[in-house]
């Protein structure tokens, strides 16, 4: 499975910008990069995703390398209710469709 | 509002007594996953349908199987529930065929196992 390494944790203030890394080194050409966050006991959100270009929609910016070895996701100016696990996941084909395989994802903090 | 919605919502079955989780969407999406996520872990892919394509993870015990009747229903079933199996168990759903497509997750049921 292609894999993707994130920190495991990040501190950011309320109303500054957060950026997200994330390693995806093994990527192929066809990869999409996803970005999907989870808020305490509910069910993951998508956040964002892109294939080459950068991606901007209305909660967040995602920014990728040009050899898309590495993305970041952009939070321009985070909430409390912005504190979650956010995963940045390869979409990749499984069996007859296409599917995430999440990793651990980087814990957000946002201090108010 | 179009949703994913998972009932019930808390499960408690005893060791070993069969249970039976569902999942049902207003969405119209071809594809429906089943995820198991313990506690502190990331989600954990079990199996997915493409439309009547059943697609099974390789590391997915026997123990869990699954049904989707039609479009709207999938069904989670775990035949002899072990305390291992005690997580919370997500249902997600997209539409299929291509890489660009979100996936929709459900609010999920915890399962605990006494």
């Known amino acids: 499975d292609a894999k993707t390494t994130q920190p495991n944790s990040m501190e950011s203030n309320e109303e500054e910008p957060v950026h997200l890394p994330c390693n995806h080194s093994?990527?192929?050409?066809?990869?999409?990069i996803h970005w999907y966050r989870q808020l305490p006991s509910q069910g993951p959100e998508y956040v964002i995703h892109?294939?080459?270009s950068n991606v901007n929609n209305r909660m967040a910016s995602l920014a990728i390398a040009e050899d898309r070895k590495s993305s970041t996701l952009i939070l321009h100016r985070a909430t409390l209710r912005d504190a979650a696990v956010y995963y940045c996941?390869?979409?990749?084909?499984?069996?007859?469709?296409?599917?995430?395989?999440f990793g651990k994802g980087t814990l957000l903090t946002v201090n108010p | 509002d179009a949703m994913v919605i998972q009932n019930p919502r808390y499960q408690v079955t005893q060791f070993g007594k069969p249970v039976t989780l569902s999942c049902s969407q207003t969405?119209?999406?071809?594809?429906m996953y089943w995820y198991q996520q313990k506690s502190s872990q990331a989600p954990k892919l079990l199996f997915h349908?493409?439309?009547?394509?059943?697609?099974n993870e390789a590391d997915t015990p026997d123990n869990f199987q699954s049904r989707r009747p039609n479009t709207s229903f999938c069904f989670l079933d775990i035949r002899s529930p072990g305390l291992g199996d005690a997580a919370m168990y997500l249902c997600?759903?997209?539409?299929?065929?291509?890489?660009?497509?979100?996936?929709?997750f459900g609010p999920g049921t915890r399962l605990t196992v006494t």
């Open positions: 997600a759903t997209s539409e299929g065929g291509a890489q660009g497509y979100e996936q929709y």
């Open positions: 093994t990527i192929s050409g066809t990869d999409y």
């Open positions: 892109g294939l080459t």
């Open positions: 996941i390869l979409k990749v084909r499984g069996g007859s469709n296409y599917k995430l395989t």
């Open positions: 969405l119209n999406h071809n594809v």
């Open positions: 349908y493409y439309d009547k394509d059943f697609n």
